[in-house]
């Protein structure tokens, strides 16, 4: 007679040999490090409702604010302090990459964290009140060859920041010293439209998507969008890019999430098999759309690898404008 013992003997040594699978996390919650309103306020919505259409998450995930230097404080708060808590997602976008470049994340790196999901793609812009006398980019850069002083402009960050960089780029292809430009440092795209409506800048440093629901009620225009060619969705397409204006500025602005440092092999997995699943499904693209964000899709080590490539590649660029050594 066959017995079956040495069956059941190999089935629970392969049992016991697999790694064992996380389960949902109990307490989903992802980190906007900046005040309501703005991009990563965007990034998070966006997962906490395309996780709960998918059935990805069978509660939805909240959302917290930790505002402060435009993400250094949560990365901070995150690494040190939750390391291992599974269900934190913390929201980053390629102006997190650049700060990271400059050492301004304090002692912690780019290597610091665990690089989750890059979810969509925004571009950089510059945006003005509607009745503001600049009509085009070139019109702004008039002004700033004038007189820089009387153009205050608001950029989410102080010096370095992805914001201020826009800027300093147009600076430099106008001829003018990026350092004489007038700067007011904001938290993010919510308080940069705040400012900006409330008159209290004159120029916002900023990026499509934070921009489009302000673009629609009237309150603001673009004067240009740092994309490679006119983006093809509705209310986008009459925006100029720089590039068409005489400036070869092109700012893409990824968005996505990392987790801390000790979250498991496993509870990562399951994350990223989520971020799999959903970066895959045709709703996920139509909630995408709504938030004017474009297709960007990456999870893992190949995002990990292009998080490393991004920052070596930022650093070049701070070295250029002497914000490094």
């Avoid at 102080?158 to 700067?183: C, F, H, N």
């Avoid at 489009?212 to 925006?239: N, T, Y």
């Amino acid at each position: 007679m066959l017995s079956l013992r040495p069956l059941y003997l190999a089935t629970a040594a392969l049992l016991l040999a697999a790694p064992a699978l996380a389960s949902e996390p109990k307490r989903p919650e992802c980190i906007a490090p900046a005040a309501p309103g703005g991009g990563f306020d965007l990034t998070c919505k966006l997962a906490q409702s395309a996780l709960v259409n998918e059935k990805l998450l069978s509660k939805p995930m909240r959302v917290t604010y930790m505002p402060g230097g435009v993400g250094a404080v949560a990365y901070n708060a995150v690494v040190a302090q939750r390391p291992a808590d599974a269900g934190t997602l913390v929201a980053w976008s390629s102006g997190s990459l650049l700060n990271l470049a400059q050492g301004k994340f304090g002692r912690f790196d780019e290597g610091a964290v665990r690089w989750l999901a890059a979810v969509g793609t925004s571009y950089g812009a510059i945006a003005v009140k509607s009745d503001s006398p600049y009509q085009t980019l070139d019109d702004l850069v008039q002004a700033l060859r004038q007189d820089p002083s009387k153009v205050v402009i608001g950029s989410g960050g102080t010096v370095g920041s992805q914001d201020w960089m826009q800027t300093a780029l147009i600076a430099k292809a106008a001829g003018i010293p990026p350092r004489e430009l007038r700067y007011v440092a904001l938290e993010g795209g919510g308080e940069i439209v705040t400012a900006l409506l409330g008159g209290h800048i004159q120029v916002g440093s900023t990026d499509i998507s934070d921009s489009m629901p302000h673009l629609e009620s009237g309150g603001m225009r673009l004067l240009a969008v740092f994309s490679e060619q006119r983006l093809d969705k509705p209310g986008m397409a009459q925006i100029p890019t720089a590039r068409e204006q005489g400036y070869d500025i092109v700012w893409p602005v990824v968005r996505g999430f990392y987790v801390g440092p000790k979250v498991t092999d496993a509870e990562y997995a399951w994350w990223k098999t989520a971020f799999d699943k959903m970066l895959a499904s045709d709703d996920f693209k139509t909630l995408r759309e709504q938030r004017e964000l474009f297709p960007f899709a990456m999870t893992g080590p190949q995002l990990d690898t292009y998080v490393k490539q991004q920052v070596a590649d930022y650093k070049l660029l701070a070295r250029e404008f002497g914000l490094i050594p």
